[in-house]
C-alpha cells in the first residue's frame, strides 16, 4: 500500500527539514540564547518589549534600553525613585532572537563575510506613552527619568558592525576610538544594564574592559559573559594582582589601546550621546587633555553638580570633577606612576584617588573642559555605604585633602595649569572628513534638522512639533542647533529629548571650525538621507559643501517669515540655494508667491500651516480665574497679552502709546497689560510707560517657557501683536486656539488664518499717529464690549479646531518629507550662491569703500563736530538709528549728576562698540612693559563706578549692573581691551 503526504502534510515536512537544517547550522548560538533568556527571566528581567501607540511591539533585542530590572537593580520607574515592576512579556521577544539567529546563521552558511554590512535591522523605534520632558533644571527634574527609563524614547543606535572583530595590526581607523573601563567586585544586575547602556550609545566605536576584581560571586559576571559573546566591543579581565579599585583600574588600563579612556562604575550611567560628544570635544580641542560634563546625582540624594574644569584653583582644595571624565590616553601614559600602567596610586583604597589622579595631571600641565549638559547620572549610595567604601571621604577627610595640598604643593603655589580653548580665526584652516568612523545600522526612516538653537519663541513651538510628529510616526530625529546662549538657547531642548536622544549644541563642544564635518559625519553615521534647515544662516552657507559631501542626502527648508534683514532673510537664502533643495515649506501661500517671483518653481514649494495643539491649548470654564488666582492678576480687569522677544518688529514703544489712547476711551474700566519677553528695548518700553503714569498697568513677566506662556494665555482676554513683519506667528495659532480676541498687524499671511470675525487685523501704515489711533480704537472695542470678545474668541477657536489643528498639519509635512528624494542639481538654472555671499561679506566689511551708495552718503552727513565728528567717522551715520544713537551719546547720562564722573568713559566705550545699545564699560588688562602706565590704568580702574555699562533709552544712558538684562544677554560684547 503507497504512502501519499497530503499537501498540507507536505508543506509540514519540508518546512521542520528546513528547520532542522537551520537548528544544526545555529544549534550552539540557540543554545546560548535559550541560556541567556532563562538566566535573565529568573532575575525578573523582561527582554526589551514596550508598546507603541497603536498597540505595535517597539524593542525586542536584549540591549534594548526599556529593559525592566531584577529587584537588586537600582533603577526606579516613578518620580520618587521607587521600583516599579513591569510585567514580563518574553516570548514574543525570545521568538524574534531565535529567528534573527536562525537567518544570521543562514546567511553565514550562504557565505557572507564576516566585514560586510549586516542587513538593515526592523525598526523598532518608539515614543513611550510615559514619555517625560528630560528636564536639567535641578527643580524640575525627574530623577527617575534616567538614560534607561521607560519614559524616554527607545534605543536609537545599534551598531552596524558588533561582532565584527578588531584587527590586530589594523589601522587606526578600524580600532576602537574610545575605551571605557568598568572595575567590578561582586556585581549584582545592574552590571547587564551598564552593558545595555552602553550598547546603546551614539557612538559605537567604543570597547568596554570589565576588570573582574577578584570576585567571589560570579552569577552575573556569567550571565555577562554568556550575553556579550561574540561582542567584540566587550572583554572581560581577571585581575590577577592586588584587590581595589586602584589596582584594577590599572590592570584594564594596560590593555587599552584606544585613544581616549573613561572610567565607569557599574552603577553609573551616561547619556546616550555623552561618549560622543566627549569624543569629539577631544577631537575638537587638541590642546584639552579631559573633558567632563554637568552631572545629575540620584539615589539616596538627588542633585545636579556643575561644577568641574572651570572652577580652577578650587579643584585643589575639593575633588570638583567626576570619575567619568574623558581623558587623553597620551596624557595619561606620560602621568603614570611607578609602572608604565599605574595611572591611579594603588595605596589610595578608601576613595579620593580619582581626585589624586586629576591633580597629578594637572602638575604635568594637562586640564580639561566642562559641557554644560547633564550628560551623566551619578548612583548616589547611602551615607552607611559610603562610609563602608570609602573611608577617606568621612574620617580622614581633613587629613587627605591636607595631604592633597602638601603633595601638589606647586598647584597651590602657581595656580592650575594655563590651557585653555583656541579662539576661532578668520580663514582658519578647516579639517577634512572625520578621523574615525561611526557606522550604524540603517533603521526607521531618518532626518536631520538643523535649528539656531532651541529656544522658547513661538517657532520653537513649531519645531518641537515637529520633531514630535516625526517621532511617533517611526522617525529617528537628529537635532542639530548652530548657536549657543544658555540659558534661553536650551529652554526647549527638554522637551524635543523626550522624542530623540540624538540633540546636539554644537558651540557646546565643538570648535567652529569643526561645525562642517561634523555635521557630514552625523549625516553618515546615521545614515541620513534627509536634511531640514529651518532659521539657520550657517547651514544655508554650507550647503554648497553639504550637497556635495552628502550626494544621496535630500535637503529640504523651512521658510517662517521675509524679513528686512539681507534682502528678504531666510527667504533669500532659500531662494539663491535653490540649486540645493528639493522642497521647501512655507507658512503661508503669501510666502510661496514671493519664492514663485524669485524663480522657484511651485512644485517644489509647500505652504505648511504650522496651526496649535488644540488639546493643549484648550480653555476650559473656570480657567481663566482660577489661572488669574495662580498669576496674581486681578479678577475683574480686561487683561490684554502682549508676546515676542520685543524687538523692532514687535514695536515695544508703539504697545505703551496705543494703550494709553486706549485707557482714555475706556476708563474707568480697569485694564492691565501683560508684557512677556525681553530685550533691550524693553528697558525704554518700560520708562515710556513710567513718563506716561502707566507703571500700574503693565506688568512686566520677563521670558516665559511656552508652558508659561500658555498659562498667561488662559488667563488673558485680548492678545495684542502689532509687528511690523511676520510670516504666521505661531502665538497667533495659540493666542486664537485659546479663545482670545486678537487685535494683530495685517503682515505676511496673518489674514490667511485670522479671517474677519475671529479678531481684527489692522493695515501697518508708516504714519505713527494714525497706527496709534487705528490700533486703539479696535482695542477699545473690545475692551468695552464683553459679548463682542466672546463671539470673536469662540470662532477664533472654531477656525483653529476645523482649520488648524497641529498634529493633522504635521502629518501632511511628514508625509511630504517622505517622498523628499534627491534629484538632478539643476546646475544652470540659477546663480551660484558664492556670488551672494562674496558681495554680502564685501558689503559688510568693505561697505565704505565698496559701494557707490556709500560714497553718495557721505557727502550728506549731517554736520558734527568734536566728539560727534569723531564718532560719525569712526562709525558711519548711515542710519536713523545710528543718527539717534550719535545724538544719545552727545546728550550723555540721563542723571545729570553722573554726567562729570561717566561721560569720558562713555564716550571711550562708544568707541569700541558703534552702534550698540548696550555699552558695556572697557576694562584695563594687568600687565604690560610699562609698570607706570600699569599703575595709571590701576588708578583709573579704581575710580571707576561699579556698574558694567551703559543703556540706550533712545534719548540718552543709564548705568545698569550684573543683574541687568544687558549684562545677563550680551556680555559676550565686551570689548577685549
Known amino acids: 500500500m503507497g504512502f501519499r503526504l497530503s499537501w498540507r502534510s507536505a508543506t509540514l515536512l519540508v518546512a521542520f527539514v528546513c528547520l532542522q537544517v537551520m537548528v544544526w547550522n545555529a544549534g550552539p548560538m540557540i543554545v546560548n540564547q535559550l541560556r541567556d533568556h532563562s538566566s535573565v527571566l529568573q532575575e525578573g528581567h523582561e527582554i526589551g518589549i514596550s508598546e507603541t501607540d497603536n498597540g505595535m511591539i517597539a524593542g525586542g533585542s536584549s540591549t534594548d534600553h526599556g529593559e525592566a530590572r531584577g529587584t537588586d537593580t537600582l533603577w526606579g520607574d516613578d518620580r520618587t525613585g521607587r521600583q516599579r515592576r513591569r510585567p514580563a512579556a518574553p516570548s514574543l521577544s525570545l521568538w524574534r532572537r531565535l529567528t534573527n539567529t536562525l537567518f544570521a546563521s543562514n546567511a553565514k552558511a550562504a557565505g557572507r563575510s564576516a566585514s560586510q554590512p549586516l542587513p538593515s535591522l526592523p525598526c523598532n523605534f518608539a515614543v513611550s506613552k510615559q514619555g517625560e520632558p528630560v528636564y536639567e533644571k535641578e527643580s524640575e527634574i525627574n530623577y527617575a527619568n534616567h538614560p534607561l527609563s521607560a519614559m524616554r524614547p527607545s534605543n536609537q543606535y545599534t551598531s552596524a558592525t558588533p561582532s565584527a572583530p578588531w584587527p590586530k595590526q589594523g589601522t587606526e581607523e578600524e580600532l576602537p576610538i574610545v575605551t571605557v573601563i568598568t572595575a567590578t567586585y561582586n556585581p549584582q544586575a545592574r552590571l547587564l544594564d551598564t552593558y545595555t547602556l552602553l550598547a546603546s550609545q551614539s557612538l559605537q566605536r567604543f570597547e568596554w574592559i570589565v576588570v573582574n576584581d577578584h570576585s567571589t560571586q560570579l552569577q552575573y559576571l556569567d550571565q555577562l559573559r554568556s550575553r556579550v559573546a561574540g561582542d567584540r566591543r566587550v572583554r572581560i579581565v581577571d585581575n590577577d594582582g592586588q584587590r581595589g579599585l586602584p589596582s584594577a583600574r590599572n590592570f584594564g588600563f594596560k590593555h587599552v589601546r584606544s585613544k581616549y579612556l573613561s572610567f565607569l562604575d557599574d552603577d553609573d550611567l551616561f547619556e546616550l550621546t555623552a561618549i560622543e560628544k566627549s569624543v569629539w570635544f577631544l577631537e575638537s580641542n587638541a590642546g584639552m587633555a579631559m573633558c567632563g560634563f554637568y552631572t545629575v546625582g540620584f539615589g539616596a540624594k538627588n542633585y545636579t553638580w556643575v561644577h568641574g574644569f572651570h572652577d580652577g584653583p578650587a579643584n585643589i582644595y575639593d575633588n570638583k570633577l567626576i570619575v567619568s571624565t574623558f581623558i587623553r590616553v597620551s596624557a595619561l601614559r606620560t602621568s603614570t606612576l611607578g609602572g608604565p600602567y599605574d595611572i591611579y596610586d594603588a595605596s589610595m583604597v578608601g576613595g579620593m584617588e580619582d581626585w589624586d589622579l586629576w591633580l597629578r595631571l594637572a602638575s604635568r600641565g594637562h586640564w580639561g573642559f566642562t559641557m554644560s549638559e547633564n550628560l551623566f547620572w551619578y548612583h548616589v549610595r547611602s551615607d552607611e555605604a559610603r562610609k563602608k567604601l570609602w573611608p577617606s571621604l568621612f574620617e580622614k577627610n581633613v587629613e587627605v585633602k591636607q595631604s592633597m595640598r602638601q603633595k601638589y604643593a606647586s598647584l597651590v603655589e602657581h595656580g592650575m595649569p594655563d590651557v585653555s580653548i583656541a579662539e576661532m580665526r578668520q580663514f582658519e584652516r578647516v579639517p577634512g572628513e572625520a578621523s574615525f568612523t561611526n557606522p550604524l545600522q540603517p533603521r526607521c526612516k531618518r532626518i536631520m534638522i538643523i535649528l539656531p538653537w532651541l529656544g522658547n519663541s513661538g517657532w520653537d513651538v513649531f519645531h518641537i512639533n515637529l520633531v514630535r510628529a516625526l517621532a511617533l510616526d517611526g522617525w529617528l530625529v537628529t537635532v542639530v542647533c548652530t548657536m549657543y546662549n544658555p540659558p534661553t538657547s536650551t529652554a526647549s531642548r527638554p522637551l524635543v529629548m523626550q522624542y530623540t536622544h540624538d540633540v546636539f549644541t554644537l558651540p557646546s563642544f565643538l570648535r567652529a571650525v569643526d561645525f562642517p564635518r561634523f555635521i557630514v559625519y552625523l549625516a553618515k553615521s546615521r545614515n541620513i538621507d534627509k536634511i531640514l534647515l529651518s532659521s539657520t544662516q550657517l547651514a544655508y552657507e554650507l550647503l554648497p559643501f553639504l550637497a556635495k559631501s552628502l550626494p544621496n542626502t535630500a535637503f529640504v527648508d523651512f521658510v517662517h517669515s521675509e524679513q528686512d534683514w539681507k534682502n528678504g532673510g531666510f527667504l533669500r537664502y532659500s531662494a539663491i540655494n535653490a540649486r540645493y533643495l528639493t522642497k521647501t515649506f512655507v507658512s503661508s501661500s503669501l510666502l510661496r508667491d514671493r519664492l514663485h517671483q524669485e524663480g522657484r518653481e511651485l512644485g517644489s514649494v509647500a505652504v505648511a500651516y504650522v496651526g496649535a495643539d488644540i488639546r493643549a491649548t484648550m480653555r476650559r470654564d473656570g480657567d481663566k480665574y482660577s489661572t488669574r488666582s495662580k498669576l496674581n492678576l486681578p479678577f475683574e480687569a480686561v487683561i490684554i497679552l502682549v508676546l515676542g522677544n520685543l524687538g523692532a518688529e514687535q514695536q515695544p514703544w508703539l504697545v505703551t502709546d496705543v494703550v494709553a489712547e486706549t485707557l482714555k476711551a475706556v476708563r474707568p474700566r480697569p485694564i492691565y497689560v501683560v508684557v512677556l519677553g525681553e530685550s533691550p528695548q524693553l528697558i525704554s518700553m518700560e520708562a515710556r510707560a513710567k513718563q506716561s503714569g502707566l507703571s500700574s498697568v503693565f506688568l512686566f513677566g520677563g521670558a516665559a517657557t511656552n508652558a508659561e506662556t500658555l498659562e498667561y494665555m488662559r488667563a488673558a482676554d485680548i492678545f495684542f501683536m ?89 502629518a501632511g509635512v511628514v508625509a511630504q518629507l517622505a517622498a523628499a528624494s534627491r534629484s538632478a542639481l539643476p546646475l544652470e538654472d540659477t546663480q551660484h550662491p558664492a556670488i551672494y555671499y562674496a558681495l554680502d561679506n564685501a558689503l559688510r566689511e568693505t561697505k565704505d569703500f565698496s559701494d557707490i551708495k556709500m560714497v553718495e552718503l557721505k557727502r550728506r552727513l549731517p554736520p558734527r563736530q568734536g566728539f560727534g565728528a569723531k564718532v560719525q567717522g569712526f562709525c558711519g551715520e548711515y542710519s536713523t538709528d545710528v543718527t539717534r544713537w550719535i545724538d544719545g551719546l552727545l546728550t550723555g547720562l540721563c542723571d545729570e549728576n553722573l554726567q562729570n564722573e561717566d561721560l569720558r568713559h562713555l564716550h571711550d566705550a562708544a568707541m569700541y562698540q558703534c552702534g550698540q545699545w548696550c555699552l558695556f564699560r572697557l576694562r584695563q588688562q594687568d600687565g604690560g612693559a610699562n609698570a607706570n602706565a600699569n599703575a595709571n590704568a590701576h588708578n583709573v580702574k579704581q575710580r571707576l563706578p561699579h556698574h558694567e555699562g551703559w543703556v540706550f533709552n533712545g534719548a540718552c544712558f543709564n548705568r545698569f549692573g550684573v543683574e541687568h538684562y544687558c549684562h545677563q544677554q550680551f556680555a559676550h560684547l565686551r570689548p577685549k581691551m
Open 722 to 810: 502689532p509687528s511690523v513683519a511676520e510670516g504666521v506667528s505661531v502665538r497667533l495659532y495659540q493666542a486664537m486656539a485659546m479663545s482670545l480676541a486678537v487685535v494683530a498687524s495685517n503682515v505676511g499671511g496673518q489674514d490667511e488664518v485670522l479671517q474677519p470675525g475671529c479678531g481684527y487685523l489692522v493695515h501697518v501704515t508708516s504714519r505713527y499717529d494714525e497706527s496709534i489711533a487705528l490700533y486703539a480704537s479696535k482695542l477699545t472695542l473690545l475692551a468695552i464690549n464683553q459679548q463682542l470678545r466672546i463671539t470673536v474668541s469662540n470662532n477664533a477657536r472654531k477656525r483653529i479646531e476645523t482649520m488648524f489643528d497641529a498634529d493633522r498639519l504635521m
